[in-house]
């Protein structure tokens, strides 16, 4: 028996930032008070102009080989055209968040239009034992990525041989490399006793950059000018995932099952930016440029338990817990000049990521009450996440000097949502319903922070209330169905 499935598609996405011709861009800067908190005049100086063209073609085909094998086979062809025009001027800032008045904005400025190539093959192969109950996953994803550019060689030379000065000039251009991987996906699950399976998964995976992250500031006007501080990488690496992943599943009884999942990710080649700086460039009035780079790393370990109970119409649900730990040199792309920009070094040793949380427990439970009235319950804790624990007096310098700049240094607190939802049908005849429901989020209207400050205040100096995740919130509504 064959299945193939053929698909043709085209995506067309427009963006703009700005209604005003570019050559009418806004050209008064921000101002702002004695105290430099608040803006009081200027306009943002951002003007964009985006497109994307997405032609694609994928097929996918199943072959029913016996009854307890089957083999997929399939690809996917994707051809860009992608295009950026983009003005954007960024005030300079103290780690803190003051202005810095006196210096010159930073240009973000680029505009781009390439033609990238992305496409991937993959075959599995599915073995289903029926005698012991054991089924194997055995594949292979080919991945490319071309992005159809040539990469800009820096380099600082002296324009002459006397004054000991230096200047960066672009040498030459180099084609950007093909980008290629293949992935083996592996997985296994078979039962050890009648009531219990082991489940084993392991798998590389490929992600491929943004395509800012590989063309912004690349085209040779810019790099003769060297308009922008932030230079895109036409030779970036996808950013690569190997995963490990081993579970047990218990039947305590027809309707209750308990799990036990340990799993692992190394995340590698992980894009972040990097400032060039050449040698005695301050003396000449060259402060080099930022480039993105392939330099960072991040690991994620975690254990997760999982009690579920289902196939029961009176009381059903889950209760899990996880213990995640989540470390790397690198939480964003653009971190390695912001740190330059703040005079803080660059950082080698892992530390926790923004999104790592120890403990997260949820609870789920689905009930039928009294009067047929049908209820949806979840509560969520999860341990607070980290931030940067660095006071400050002024908005200029740290509150103590001596003290080392150390990422994600403390932690929020705890967040707990309890969201519920509820329903009575109400039959009105033999071929019509009414429906009575409700939604209520956040019930107990907790304060649960999402942000705060170096100096540890939730919601910075001026109090900001979307520092908290939303309050309560709750709906109401009828559903007449025919």
């Known amino acids: 028996m064959v299945h193939y499935r053929l698909d043709l598609s085209h995506y067309y996405l427009r963006s703009r930032i700005g209604d005003d011709d570019k050559n009418m861009f806004p050209s008064s800067p921000y101002q702002y008070d004695f105290f430099l908190e608040y803006i009081v005049s200027g306009d943002r100086a951002w003007w964009a102009d985006t497109k994307q063209n997405i032609s694609t073609v994928k097929g996918d085909l199943d072959i029913q080989l016996t009854s307890e094998n089957i083999l997929k086979f ?50 599995q192969d599915k073995l289903e034992v029926e005698k012991d109950g054991a089924v194997v996953n055995l594949g292979f994803r080919y991945e490319f990525l071309d992005p159809r550019s040539e990469r800009p060689v820096v380099e600082y030379v002296t324009p002459d041989s006397t004054s000991g000065q230096y200047q960066s000039q672009v040498t030459r251009f180099v084609p950007a490399s ?54 895109g990488n036409p030779d970036l690496k996808p950013e690569r995932t190997h995963a490990w992943e081993v579970g047990l599943k218990y039947g305590l009884d027809e309707k209750t099952l308990l799990s036990l999942t340990y799993f692992k990710k190394e995340f590698i080649d992980q894009i972040d930016s990097k400032t060039f700086l050449p040698s005695k460039a301050r003396l000449a009035g060259d402060y080099g440029f930022a480039e993105y780079v392939n330099n960072a790393f991040a690991n994620a370990e975690g254990l997760e338990l999982v009690l579920t109970r289902y196939r029961d119409e009176v009381l059903s649900g889950s209760l899990s817990y996880s213990l995640m730990r989540t470390e790397g040199v690198s939480d964003y792309a653009n971190q390695g000049i912001n740190l330059q920009q703040w005079g803080f070094p660059v950082l080698n040793e892992p530390y926790p990521l923004s999104w790592d949380q120890l403990h997260s427990i949820k609870l789920v439970i689905d009930a039928q009450l009294p009067l047929k009235i049908i209820c949806n319950a979840v509560w969520t804790y999860n341990t607070g996440r980290p931030y940067t624990y660095f006071p400050t007096k002024d908005g200029y310098t740290p509150q103590d000097t001596t003290q080392p700049f150390l990422p994600n240094n403390a932690r929020l607190t705890s967040n707990s949502t309890v969201n519920l939802k509820f329903s009575r049908k109400l039959a009105l005849g033999d071929l019509m319903s009414l429906t009575l429901y409700g939604d209520v989020r956040n019930l107990f209207n907790g304060l649960n922070a999402r942000w705060a400050d170096s100096n540890g205040r939730i919601g910075g100096q001026l109090g900001d209330p979307s520092a908290y995740y939303d309050p309560r919130r709750f709906s109401l509504g009828l559903r007449y169905e025919l």
């Open 74 to 123: 399939g690809a996917e062809l994707n051809q860009y055209d992608i295009f950026s025009d983009v003005v954007k001027y960024v005030p300079q800032t103290t780690y803190f968040g003051k202005i810095l008045p006196d210096e010159p904005q930073l240009n973000y400025s680029s505009s781009y239009h390439y033609f990238p190539r992305t496409g991937s093959v993959y075959l």
């Open 178 to 231: 093909i980008k290629q991987q293949l992935s083996p996906r592996m997985g296994l699950s078979f039962p050890i006793m009648w009531n219990m399976l082991l489940i084993m998964n392991y798998g590389h995976y490929f992600q491929f950059p943004l395509f800012d992250y590989l063309y912004s500031g690349t085209n040779p006007q810019q790099l003769r000018n060297g308009v922008s501080v932030l230079v």
